[in-house]
């Protein structure tokens, strides 16, 4: 091999290195933001500043962009011409929308999995919930949602549904947004402790392999979910009013 292919060779190699750390880097990147976004720790509706974000996740500003664009794409995060980017703040019309497309989904997925009857899965959603009801948080009826996606009951039943595309369009696509705006809506008082005990009902439909009954407890649960944020947007609401009249009166 000649000088020139040597070096030409040794210099491609670098450069692929190069890129995988790049990669790497924005992956996990990418992967920090995710989570603090959808477990509430960067609020909705917060202006992203790079410059602190490079900061806090010790990162340079090539990987945090790139994980900023697939964050736009998983539409966590919005860009408004002349403004900037924020985390997404949806708007109750929205998170309508949204929970329509759940609960049709996620309860044929329901349906799906309970009709394969398969004794591994059902065995995953019991040591599932047991691990959720030992939880502290639940115990003392404050707050309701899982550390991680193989912990999720929802998740474990879309992914086992035996359906790709129905998975794909649920946890590529809506699952983040969805689980965003669950973590963010649980600790109302009263609905962890409702909430297990639905999903207990949903893995009773399960495990007898009844779809129908199944994917009905589904969506009557998800649509409980979306009950719950109607109320905290009408409480919202209220007490915005209230300090608009306070304030006035002053």
């Known amino acids: 091999m000649?000088?020139?292919?040597?070096?030409?060779?040794?210099?491609?190699?670098?450069?692929?290195?190069?890129?995988?750390?790049?990669?790497?880097?924005?992956?996990?990147?990418?992967?920090?933001?995710?989570?603090?976004?959808?477990?509430?720790e960067i609020a909705a509706g917060s202006k992203i500043i790079e410059t602190d974000l490079a900061k806090t996740y010790g990162i340079s500003r090539g990987p945090l962009r790139e994980a900023i664009h697939r964050l736009e794409a998983q539409k966590l995060l919005e860009?408004?011409?002349?403004?900037?980017?924020?985390?997404?703040?949806?708007?109750?019309?929205?998170?309508?929308?949204?929970y329509q497309i759940r609960a049709n989904l996620e309860s044929l997925a329901c349906k799906l999995t309970a009709e394969k009857q398969d004794p591994a899965v059902i065995d995953e959603l019991h040591d599932i919930?047991?691990?959720?009801?030992?939880d502290e948080n639940l115990q003392q009826n404050t707050d309701y949602y899982p550390?991680?996606?193989d912990d999720d009951f929802h998740y474990c039943i879309i992914k086992n549904s035996g359906n790709t595309l129905l998975a794909?369009?649920?946890?590529?696509?809506?699952?983040?947004?969805i689980k965003m705006h669950r973590i963010r809506f649980a600790r109302t008082q009263?609905?962890?402790k409702q909430a297990l005990e639905e999903h207990r009902q949903i893995l009773s439909a399960i495990a007898c392999g009844d779809g129908q009954l199944a994917q009905m407890l589904m969506q009557r649960h998800i649509m409980a979910s979306y009950q719950n944020i109607?109320?905290?947007?009408?409480?919202?609401s209220t007490q915005h009013h209230n300090q608009t009249n306070q304030q006035e009166c002053l």
């Open 168 to 177: 794909k369009l649920l946890c590529d696509e809506l699952y983040h947004l």
């Open 2 to 40: 000649s000088a020139k292919n040597f070096m030409s060779d040794d210099y491609n190699d670098n450069d692929c290195q190069d890129n995988q750390r790049l990669i790497t880097r924005a992956e996990h990147a990418y992967q920090q933001i995710q989570s603090a976004i959808v477990r509430g």
């Open 147 to 149: 550390q991680s996606l």
């Open 230 to 236: 109607r109320e905290h947007f009408a409480k919202q």
């Open 190 to 192: 009263g609905r962890p």
């Open 129 to 134: 919930l047991r691990l959720h009801a030992n």
């Open 79 to 98: 860009r408004t011409a002349h403004v900037g980017t924020r985390v997404v703040c949806l708007s109750l019309a929205e998170l309508n929308e949204l």
